[in-house]
């Protein structure tokens, strides 16, 4: 998920590089070390990343995290921390639209970290509020010949550089589906594998595996896709034209478009999702059984989630 960018200064005088600036993008970290967004783990993606920069890079002035640091999750900030803090150099953040300001001021306060950007427009601005599901979709907006992305504070604030009021417009709302995770019991037989999937076993010293049977994890994932069902403007001015929603669009273009009119500034648009589909038809791409005290654990490493084909994605997007 991160972009990372190598950028030097060189004088017209074919000089050494005077300063070398580090650039992550788009890091989306989320709650847990172990989640996924679009089948990456963003923070093992991160952690890469650094060990390539570290690698490849260095010495450099700064590392500077571009926005999206995490996917709406602040929990986020304490990885982004503990991966960064220790490079010895200073670190520079502009937020993005999947930022929370407030709580990023607070998690990467002092030194190495240094956070700017800015989240006000010049214009009006109006809100759109999300209920039935927990979702966290792109939201855009365009008024006039202005098309921007809202950025979430709470609810989602769209900031134009204009003035609202009896302006018609939409928004638009994608990538609304998400994973979630259960718990899940497989069969492992006698020689370590669950179906035709070898897991590794890991033993300590002149240990065998005799460790057959009924394993549980609690990471089993699932998909869970969501349909606009409504949209309303909750308050302030304007109303609502007409929305496209739909109803199991497995489609990494999943997209609904709603379009207003009379909307005035601060007002706020309602969305309703309402959940179309779960899946729970995951299975085990690679395992690790190991000896933990007297008994066998069973860890799986990665998954086969076919719900990624249908989205048109892959866990290397």
Same mark, same amino acid.
């Given at each position: 998920m991160c972009r990372s960018t190598a950028r030097s200064s060189r004088s017209t005088t074919n000089i050494e590089p005077t300063l070398r600036l580090i650039q992550f993008s788009d890091?989306?970290?989320?709650?847990?070390?172990?989640?996924?967004?679009r089948g990456v783990r963003t923070l093992q993606s991160l952690r890469a990343c650094v060990d390539r920069a570290r690698a490849w890079h260095f010495p450099?002035?700064?590392?500077?995290? *571009?926005?999206?640091?995490?996917?709406?999750?602040?929990?986020?900030?304490a990885a982004i921390r503990a991966t960064v803090a220790g490079l010895g150099i200073p670190v520079l953040v502009i937020p993005g639209n999947h930022d929370l300001p407030d709580r990023l001021q607070q998690s990467l306060a002092g030194p190495p970290f240094q956070v700017g950007g800015t989240t006000t427009s010049a214009g009006d601005a109006f809100n759109v509020g999300i209920t039935g599901g927990g979702l966290n979709p792109y939201v855009f907006f365009t008024v006039g010949a202005e098309t921007a992305e809202c950025f979430k504070t709470g609810n989602w604030k769209c900031s134009t550089s204009s003035t609202l009021g009896g302006t018609t417009g939409s928004i638009r709302l994608s990538h609304y589906w998400s994973e979630g995770q259960t718990s899940h019991?497989?069969?492992v037989d006698s020689s370590g594998r669950i179906g035709a999937v070898q897991c590794t076993i890991s033993v300590n010293g002149n240990q065998s595996f005799d460790g057959?049977? *009924?394993y549980s994890v609690t990471d089993f994932p699932t998909f869970n896709n969501y349909a606009v069902s409504s949209a309303a403007v909750g308050s302030g001015s304007g109303s609502i034209t007409s929305f496209s929603g739909v109803t199991a669009d497995r489609t990494a273009n999943e997209t609904t478009d709603i379009n207003f009119s009379g909307l005035g500034a601060n007002s706020r648009i309602d969305i309703g999702f309402t959940l179309t589909e779960t899946r729970t038809d995951a299975s085990v791409a690679?395992?690790?059984?190991?000896?933990?005290?007297n008994s066998w654990a069973l860890t799986v490493?990665?998954?086969?989630?076919?719900?990624?084909?249908?989205?048109?994605?892959?866990a290397a997007t």
């Open positions: 890091t989306h970290l989320l709650a847990r070390p172990q989640d996924e967004l450099a002035a700064a590392l500077l995290l *571009s926005g999206d640091l995490v996917q709406d999750e602040p929990a986020g900030y019991s497989f069969t057959g049977g *009924s690679t395992c690790t059984i190991k000896k933990q005290g490493d990665s998954w086969n989630k076919p719900w990624l084909d249908l989205l048109k994605l892959s």
